[in-house]
């Protein structure tokens, strides 16, 4: 059984800068694509960044590109997501997920999610 535990989340404001991580326990880590998601109040929740099992593959939404990075500790089992530059629009419950084994990059398929983690960006 793999879980997942968000930290790092909490108030910054607009130009700040948080790192919010992930840690994964259960089964191997390191075959796992791996990606962070976020919900706003009132939105759907979408897709932030994505990171490949062994880290050589990344993608952003082009909303967070240039100022988000995604990065992964293999031998710590940790996620990380470093915010920097955030805005308020940035504000929202981030998640972080683990993809089935054998989903395609791009098209991931993500069947465990952690509890989430509150960010909140004043102006």
């Known amino acids: 059984q793999v879980q997942l535990v968000e930290s790092g989340g909490g108030l910054a404001q607009a130009g700040g800068s948080l790192r919010l991580s992930c840690v994964v326990s259960?089964?191997?880590?390191?075959?796992?694509?791996m990606g962070w998601f976020r919900q706003a109040p009132g939105k759907e929740r979408e897709f932030v960044a994505a990171?490949?099992?062994?880290?050589?593959?990344?993608r952003y939404a082009d909303s967070v590109k240039g100022r988000f990075t995604i990065s992964r500790d293999n031998a710590k089992k940790t996620v990380f997501l470093q915010m920097n530059s955030l805005k308020p629009e940035d504000t929202a419950v981030y998640y972080c997920?683990?993809?089935?084994?054998?989903?395609?990059?791009?098209?991931?398929?993500?069947?465990?999610w952690g509890q989430g983690t509150q960010v909140t960006v004043s102006s």
């Open positions: 997920a683990k993809a089935l084994t054998g989903s395609s990059w791009g098209s991931e398929e993500y069947d465990v």
């Open positions: 259960g089964r191997t880590f390191g075959y796992y694509d």
């Open positions: 990171i490949s099992w062994s880290g050589g593959r990344i």
